[in-house]
């Protein structure tokens, strides 16, 4: 099974199951995400998704030996195979829940991109984050999506042109990452969060989302009207009226 899902407390865990092979993302894998994040999309009591790999590494990014037989498809064919990743990072954004990346080891190329196409990234302190795609020849394509967004122009060519990589305290400074923790702490820092989230309004954190990813791309003037439409949907969700009437007994 390359991809292991349990579900506890609210919690929907994917956990990447190829440790042999650095958990590379292979097609099974990929369509797997695809299913369970169908079910996170669904299920009420799925209130948080996140991922994690099994083994010393979250994610070393696609499967070269299908990347190797990829070669020798046609140009369509490989396309369709790329969106079928492509479309993990879209779901993962358009998902109306927190998506959260567990990074300990090495995540690399597609593994990196798949991290940074969640909404919080927890790293361990010994964790290491890079695209080395063009040490193989290859284009760190879809995933400069999320990292020209996260750290800019420049500093996005330097690591995808150079493939060096980054330690988890470097790619926080550079905005890849959200928070650092220190090894020893890691997995209790990574329950709270978690537990944290699932205990939110699932209605204040899906307009919280759907608004900051809507900002992309929209004027000062059209990001304040944006703000004023989720606010005053957000006054009338029964969480707000709740929240607010506790509060207030305080």
């Not at 590379?24 to 797997?32: F, I, P, Q, Y």
């Amino acid at each position: 099974m390359s991809l292991i899902v349990a579900l506890e407390a609210g919690v929907l865990t994917l956990t990447l199951n190829r440790p042999e092979k650095r958990n590379a993302l292979d097609a099974a894998t990929v369509d797997a995400i695809h299913r369970a994040l169908d079910r996170a999309d669904l299920d009420a009591e799925i209130r948080v998704v996140a991922f994690r790999g099994a083994g010393k590494d979250f994610c070393a990014g696609a499967d070269l030996n299908e990347l190797l037989a990829s070669a020798e498809q046609s140009p369509e064919e490989n396309e369709r195979s790329a969106m079928r990743l492509g479309r993990v990072f879209e779901r993962i954004r358009a998902l109306p829940k927190p998506v959260v990346a567990v990074v300990h080891g090495r995540a690399l190329a597609g593994g990196a991109g798949l991290a940074t196409a969640c909404d919080l990234l927890l790293a361990r302190e010994s964790a290491h984050l890079g695209y080395p795609e063009i040490r193989r020849g290859f284009v760190p394509a879809m995933v400069m999506t999320m990292l020209r967004r996260q750290v800019g122009e420049r500093r996005a060519f330097d690591l995808v042109a150079t493939g060096r990589l980054l330690s988890a305290r470097e790619a926080r400074e550079a905005g890849l990452v959200s928070r650092v923790v220190p090894d020893s702490q890691f997995e209790t820092v990574v329950q709270e969060t978690l537990t944290q989230l699932a205990g939110a309004s699932a209605s204040a954190l899906a307009l919280s989302k759907r608004l900051l990813y809507q900002l992309d791309g929209q004027s000062f003037s059209e990001g304040i009207a944006l703000g004023a439409r989720i606010n005053a949907l957000a006054r009338m969700h029964p969480d707000f009226r709740s929240a607010i009437e506790a509060f207030l007994k305080t």
